[in-house]
Structure formats: structure tokens, C-alpha cells
């Protein structure tokens, strides 16, 4: 394996871990625990997954794979806060929206090269990813398992 | 600059920027908020934070920089639960040995090359790495780094 392939490795193992962990969680749980709050007065469950879906989902817009699947769900779960009165959708279709959101991710993970990982994503200028060369698409991948495992941590809480 | 180092700097920008975040975060908590729980019956401010510093300590061990600073740490905050009985550090000595854990990281991981990153971990032997180059030194910032994150979620709450 080549140098780059292991970089490659590491950042999508890590990816993997954080979104298998979480799936299993997050589908194991009844809808009584998905409408809970993690803690009084904080964000709700189904408000955190809402939220990881539609921020996860940015990642194929990010990189360049296609557009969105699911736009609406920016304004109801990343550009308003919880109990902003905006319908949100089922439990059901939200855990159909993971599924898809991933597995769509995770198909199009295995079809990227080393050399893919290393360029430039969509929001980054050439001429900025030129001074910055590690802006590239693996540091998105990165962020947004950080991103993940923070409100995991709170997702976790209703248990 | 080669990919390798790219990938170095990459890891190495989110790990400071996580500790950077948290760092400013915790000192900035009152005492109150230090003892309290994040949530109902949860884990105490106090506790996440000495544990935090206890994990990140162990990074000095596994990565073979130095034996931990505060191994006294790991029976209160991390082999027991909070509220064990243990007796706890006081704040004023957590955060100083926050910051000794940290600044002793920084400084070491900055004389680190892109080699070192690359190499075998203490807790890997020479046998296993080489079926599994990428559980290397840079996996275990990569993974301590998920960990901080995935605490700094809980931590947050208290405000």
C-alpha cells in the first residue's frame, strides 16, 4: 500500500467507526427516546439527527458527488434551532434520510482515489487551495467525523 | 510539501483546534459550573474534564514520549465511574495539569516529523504493524481526537 493510501485509510476507518457506532445507535432507539431532549431545555434527539442527516448530506455537495438529497432539511434542522415551530419530518422518513445519506456516501467513498481525497473541494478557490493545500476534500472528511462525534456524545445522553 | 506532511498537518490543525476551543471553554467555567452535572444523574463537569486530561495524558505513554505526568489520574477518572467515592484533584490543580498535559503535547508533537507520525505506536507490536501500517502514531491523535470531541458535546451543555 502506498503512502497516500494509508492516509486515505486511516481518515475513512475513523469516518466509518463514528457513522456505524452511531447508525446502531440511533436505530435502536424508540420513537418515545426520539422525542426526548438530551437534557432539559436542550436540543431534542430528533432535532440532533435531523441535524447530523442534513449537514452529512452537505458532505456530497462538498466533494463535488452530486447535489444534496434532502435541501429542505437545512432550514428545519441547520439554520433554525429546535422548536422553531418548522415541520419537521417522521421518524420514519428520518431514518430512511440516514440510511440513504450514507449509504450514498459510502459508495462513493469506495469509488474515490488517494488523488481524489487530496484535491480541492468545491467551497476552496484554486487559488486558496494553492497557499493551503491540506484544505482538501479528506479535511472535510475529517471535520465532519469530528462534527459527529461531538453530538454523539449528546445523543447519547437520552439512554 | 509532500502529501505525507500535508496529512500531518491536517491532523495536527484539528487536534489544536479542538484543544484550542475546549481549553478556552473550560477555563472560562465558574467553580459552580465545574461541579455540575451536565445533565440529570450524568457525569459531572469535573469529572469529563479530568478525565479528558487523563486520556490525553496517555497519549504522552503510547506515543513513547514520556511516562504519563499524572498517572494518578486514571483510577479516579477513568478505570471509575463519577461519584465513586474517589477523592478528586481541585479545580485550581486540574487546570494546571490541563495545561501542563497540553503544552508538554504541543511542544512534543511539534519536534515530531512526518516519519514519526508514521511509525508504530507502543501499544502495537512490531508484527501487527506491519499488517496494519495505518494504527500508527497519527491514528491514535486521529482517535483522541474524536474522544475529545465527542466529550466537549457533553461539556458544552452546562452553559
Known amino acids: 500500500m502506498d503512502q497516500k493510501s494509508i492516509f486515505v485509510k486511516m481518515a475513512l476507518h475513523g469516518w466509518e467507526q ?3 457506532r452511531a447508525e446502531k445507535f440511533i436505530l435502536g432507539l424508540s420513537d ?3 422525542q426526548k431532549q438530551i437534557a432539559p ?3 431534542s434527539v430528533i ?9 452529512n448530506d452537505g458532505i456530497l455537495d462538498i466533494l463535488g458527488i452530486s447535489e444534496k438529497l434532502y435541501p429542505e ?8 434551532p429546535d422548536r ?9 422518513d428520518l431514518k430512511t434520510y440516514w440510511q440513504t445519506v450514507h449509504q450514498k456516501l459510502n459508495d462513493s467513498f469506495l469509488s ?3 488523488d481524489d481525497w487530496f484535491s480541492r473541494h468545491t ?3 484554486d487559488q486558496d487551495f494553492e497557499v493551503e493545500p491540506s484544505r482538501n476534500k479528506l479535511s472535510v472528511l475529517l471535520g465532519r467525523t469530528r462534527h459527529l462525534s461531538y453530538h454523539m456524545g449528546q445523543i447519547r445522553l437520552v439512554k
Not at 50 to 55: D, E, M, N, R, S
Not at 84 to 90: F, H, I
Open 18 to 20: 463514528e457513522i456505524s
Open 32 to 34: 418515545e427516546q426520539w
Open 41 to 43: 431545555d436542550r436540543n
Open 47 to 55: 432535532y440532533l439527527v435531523g441535524h447530523l442527516i442534513a449537514v
Open 73 to 80: 432539511l437545512t432550514a428545519v434542522f441547520v439554520s433554525n
Open 84 to 92: 422553531s415551530g418548522l415541520e419537521m419530518p417522521s421518524i420514519n
Open 112 to 114: 474515490m482515489s488517494a
Open 123 to 125: 467551497a476552496m478557490t
